[in-house]
């Protein structure tokens, strides 16, 4: 691994603002504070996003308002031949683990309890921390959002999972399984929730610190 | 061409390049084969070049490609229980949710079909003429961008972790039977993971800009 930094010399690092320009956050290319679009991928030029954050909360709430149904309606309807089963998510788990798989159990629980109420919080400090400008931790409020951006996708399991079983499992009169409500506002909650971590940022985590330190780095 | 003196700010900006997740402006400087150059401040890695990641990639997202439509098309999964069967194809599962849910089967079968397919037409699209040093397609710039913009939505390797997972809830109630597509999918995710890791983006885009002449 190299780092762009010159090795030796611990100068401090100048982000594109102070240095007068924007950035394309797709292609990573500089330009002249001002240009509206990237002259080499096409991108929005924005230094940095001011409405970001009324954005996140936006999707944020939403999301959080889709999680509420998503964990009281049933997620699967399992028909047999004498009786007609609704289970919530967790409600699920539980059964799997009755069962004896304590694994998937475990899976589904992480991945459609722990993940997205794990998001909401990470979502909420990070956007919080901007908001009242933390000078601290940059680098581990950095890897958070790292975090955040690359497991959100993984919650969409579950509805995979109900996707498969529900047209797998179509037996005529032996058994039958079929989505449940909760499978749409699950869907959207996650939807909702990679759409608030997108929304946000980043490079507004590392501005308070600049900010603080003052322009004593160039005339 | 040693700047190693001059200030940031003097430099053309054609020598430097910023991090697109915390914004540091470092000089540019091209790794060797191999090596990653990453932002010493937020670790994220800005140019990752490989000897070949081009052929590479090609080679891998043409294999992508085939396996996409064998999967689409092949059974995937069958089950049997006392005397009834059912065999259904990766698409019968993206569109499981009926009635008022059809929006939600439309977004499975995108998030699992659709966009990894899309994005592998464009990735061949753009990458195929850089690579064999012709000037870039018409349109590759957005073609690139949208290749891009749609990776977080691409979600192939999710919906394997939930086969796993499904087959495990069925596995009591009857007998389950993997058809070619199954295979397919599995192999698909590994390629699909390897295309990722192989690209860089930066070389992508600095070959776009600065075509080579033939």
Known sequence: MVSMAVSGTPEKILSARELGLVACTRCAKPWPMGTETCGRCGHNLISRDELSLQRVWAYWTVGLMCYIPANVYPMLLTRTLFQVDESTIIGGAIELAQYGNWGIAFIILFASVAIPLGKFFAVAYLALSVQLGWVTSQRRRHYLYEVVEYIGRWSMIDIFVVAILSSLVQLKTLASINPGTASIFFALSVIFTMLAAQAFDSRMIWDAQAKDEGPNHHD | ?214
């Open chain 2, 1 to 214: 061409m040693d700047h190693a003196a001059t200030p940031l700010a003097d430099l053309p900006l054609d020598e430097l390049i910023v991090c697109p997740q915390c914004d540091a402006t470092y000089r540019l400087r091209r790794p060797k084969h191999g090596e990653r150059a990453t932002c010493s401040r937020c670790h994220t890695a800005l140019i990752t070049p490989r000897r070949n990641a081009g052929l590479q990639i090609i080679a891998v997202a043409l294999a992508v490609l085939v396996l996409i439509l064998g999967a689409t098309v092949f059974p995937f999964l069958r089950i049997d229980a006392a005397g009834t069967s059912n065999a259904v194809s990766i698409l019968d599962a993206a569109l499981a949710f009926g009635g008022p849910m059809i929006l939600l089967s439309l977004a499975t079968a995108a998030l699992i079909v659709f966009i990894p397919l899309l994005r592998v037409m464009l990735t061949l699209y753009v990458l195929i003429p850089v690579v064999l040093d012709r000037p870039p397609a018409r349109h590759a710039i957005p073609a690139f961008r949208l290749s891009e913009g749609l990776r977080p939505w691409s979600m192939a390797e999710v919906f394997a972790i939930g086969c796993a997972v499904a087959l495990v809830k069925v596995a009591d109630l009857a007998d389950v039977e993997f058809g070619p597509a199954f295979y397919m999918f599995g192999a698909l995710v590994v390629l699909v993971i390897a295309q990722d890791r192989f690209l860089c983006k930066w070389s992508v885009w600095q070959s776009l800009e600065h075509p080579k002449k033939s």
